[in-house]
């Protein structure tokens, strides 16, 4: 879909402590991000969570991040989004 865009490969489970992703965040200039991950409680948690922080408007994709359970999962959107990120789902994200 985008063939001039690069994979960021990243071994933390928040990509947000990879300067390397911040840094190709940052040069796209834009604000808003839309966010999925693998876990909900730390892929997906913790980077919402700091780019709300700096500043981004977070989207997050619910129906397309896993928990480890129900709970956790539930639990986890609630606190990002009492933070101020949008819940989305995967039709309403593209």
Same mark, same amino acid.
Do not use: L, N
């Given at each position: 879909m985008y063939p001039e865009s690069k994979p960021i490969e990243h071994t933390s489970r928040n990509s947000w402590e990879d300067a390397k992703f911040v840094e190709a965040v940052e040069k796209t200039w834009r604000k808003k991000l839309v966010i999925s991950a693998l876990w909900t409680e730390v892929c997906l948690t913790f980077p919402a969570l700091m780019a709300l922080k700096? +500043?981004?408007?977070?989207? @997050?994709?619910?129906?397309?991040?896993? =928990?480890?359970?129900?709970? +956790?999962?539930?639990?986890? @959107?609630?606190?990002?989004?009492?933070? =101020?990120?949008?819940?989305?789902?995967w039709a309403g994200a593209t």
């Open positions: 700096e +500043g981004y408007k977070v989207y @997050v994709v619910t129906d397309t991040s896993g =928990g480890t359970s129900v709970d +956790g999962h539930e639990h986890s @959107v609630q606190r990002i989004v009492q933070a =101020g990120a949008i819940p989305v789902t």
